[in-house]
């Protein structure tokens, strides 16, 4: 049996790992490299880094921060927001990520899997999307620059493509469950897991381990991404561990 893949997420904004509800609202929680190694220290599989300002900004994203967290932990390490083209990608590999994150940017310029993919394998890409229910409630949107632009593109035909263009998983975070802890967005996740044969990591809503338990019961995910329950200590990624072990959920402890 495949082991379910539990990955702590630290968005940054201003050097400092913050949270918010709807990704407004943002709060402090702490400094990203000593998070980081705590989570590495609690058993996480892997660890997702989110400059979640870069994009609107403008601007790349902070290497230095994605250099000293890669000096303090040994485990798969994501980094997504500004990039761009792939010299930026390149550059944060070589600062020490194991795979890099596209969202904005590859709404922008969809050969960039393509070309990313091509130069650096599949399993280094990572296709981001944050989606929100259309108010009709006949599928998602794909959104952009941290949730600011709602594109108008189908968020489950978008990923379809971006698999057939090279991203190697599928990083898929619902804007309308994000930071709310009521649970992931089930019915989203089964309806991109249905359309592609890649990972596809659960992202927006988790607020406890009963909510991991059930996203992964539900075949709706490989990997569950949480935030606040880890930030502020309600739990460790060792305490969700032996719950989801108990739950009869594969992980690896």
């Not at 994605?66 to 997504?80: I, K, L, N, Q, S």
């Not at 969809?110 to 989606?131: E, K």
């Not at 988790?206 to 991404?225: K, M, N, T």
Request: hydrophobic share 40%.
């Amino acid at each position: 049996m495949i082991t379910k893949r539990i990955i702590p997420c630290l968005d940054v904004r201003d050097g400092k790992v913050v949270k918010g509800i709807n990704f407004l609202g943002l709060k402090e929680v702490g400094d990203p490299a000593s998070l980081a190694e705590m989570y590495y220290r609690q058993g996480a599989d892997e660890l997702v880094f989110l400059d979640i300002t870069a994009t609107h900004e403008h601007r790349d994203t902070m290497v230095h921060i994605v250099e000293e967290v890669a000096a303090r932990v040994f485990m798969p390490f994501t980094v997504g927001g500004g990039i761009r083209t792939t010299d930026d990608i390149r550059r944060i590999l070589r600062a020490g990520a194991d795979k890099v994150s596209l969202n904005s940017a590859a709404v922008r310029d969809p050969d960039l899997i393509r070309r990313a993919s091509a130069m650096f394998g599949n399993q280094c890409i990572v296709l981001a999307v944050d989606g929100k229910m259309r108010e009709d409630g006949s599928g998602w949107n794909v959104v952009i620059n941290g949730g600011r632009i709602d594109t108008g593109l189908d968020a489950v035909e978008w990923i379809r493509r971006g698999v057939e263009n090279g991203a190697g998983e599928i990083l898929l975070t619902s804007m309308d469950a994000d930071g709310t802890k009521q649970g992931f967005d089930i019915p989203f996740l089964k309806a991109v897991k249905k359309a592609v044969s890649v990972p596809v990591i659960a992202s927006g809503g988790c607020g406890s381990p009963e909510h991991i338990r059930d996203v992964f019961q539900a075949e709706a995910a490989d990997a569950a991404l949480a935030a606040s329950i880890f930030h502020y200590g309600e739990y460790t990624v060792r305490d969700v561990k032996e719950y989801l072990k108990e739950e009869g959920v594969s992980v690896r402890l």
